[in-house]
């Protein structure tokens, strides 16, 4: 089942995977799994597959980048240390032409992650965005402080298990909330320019409300991009390819599998119904 979900073992089998994506026209953004490490050599093994990555990324001319978590890179432990290993990766990813997306986690990373990305976007220009999950009642705000500095969202539903007191409880408020947000990353102009971001959902009702505003409102489908994950929604993924809409397919791998996903499992259990209901999907 995990081989559905998850590209493989290695750094070669997530290239693989990449390739397959990029023949279907579909972009790709590859993660090694490995969050929650707790030593510097920990997190500077992390730090080397993703040197290899990027350069193979490069090499290949593959249509890919890169997304990592600051807790992979030793944010629990020491967030100096996760800053400079994170600003190393978009050093090396400016370099070559690619881009990292510093993933989001649980709420007590949400402030802390915004931070650092806006502090390492603020020495790359263009080399790093993050991800705002819109059940928050902070996201808003969130989506406008990026926004303003140019740096490119990831904007999902949310995945992990969140208290009242922070996140929209009801389904329909994450929706309406979504939408509203999603609606706006995609208009928002300052100088004359926009912000390229990711609509990443796999909820087609969603996928078609975006789809009729960029019809109606005649916006550019280069200025945004859709953004799913490997092995979900592969019949919706290569429908919005063929249309001409830029999809993106997060694509997971390493030996880190199991723990990957049994957090994932234990920290949300309608994770558990979402990947039921999607292995038996094309």
Request: charged letters at 25%.
């Amino acid at each position: 089942m995990s081989s559905r979900f998850v590209a493989g073992m290695t750094v070669d089998e997530a290239l693989l995977a990449c390739e397959r994506m990029n023949r279907e026209g579909i972009a790709a953004t590859l993660d090694s799994l490995g969050e929650s490490v707790t030593t510097e050599a920990e997190a500077r093994r992390s730090l080397g597959v993703y040197h290899e990555l990027l350069d193979a990324i490069a090499a290949r001319k593959l249509d890919a980048n890169v997304s990592v978590k600051l807790s992979q890179v030793g944010m629990d432990f020491d967030p100096a240390l996760a800053e400079r290993v994170a600003g190393e990766m978009v050093e090396h990813a400016s370099e070559v032409g690619s881009f990292v997306r510093i993933d989001m986690e649980g709420s007590p990373y949400t402030e802390a992650t915004i931070a650092m990305t806006e502090r390492l976007a603020a020495r790359w220009p263009g080399g790093v965005g993050t991800v705002l999950q819109a059940y928050l009642f902070r996201t808003e705000g969130d989506v406008e402080r990026l926004l303003a500095q140019g740096i490119r969202i990831r904007l999902c539903k949310g995945a992990y298990k969140e208290g009242p007191e922070i996140a929209f409880p009801a389904k329909a408020d994450v929706d309406a909330n979504y939408v509203k947000l999603m609606k706006r990353v995609v208009t928002f102009a300052k100088d004359g320019k926009g912000v390229f971001c990711g609509i990443a959902t796999h909820d087609e009702a969603i996928v078609d409300a975006m789809r009729a505003f960029v019809r109606e409102n005649g916006i550019d489908r280069g200025a945004f991009e859709f953004q799913m994950l490997y092995g979900v929604r592969r019949d919706l993924q290569r429908k919005l390819a063929a249309e001409g809409f830029g999809v993106r397919v997060y694509i997971p791998f390493g030996p880190e599998w199991y723990p990957y996903f049994m957090r994932r499992l234990a920290e949300r259990p309608a994770n558990v119904l979402f990947l039921a209901k999607n292995f038996f999907k094309n």
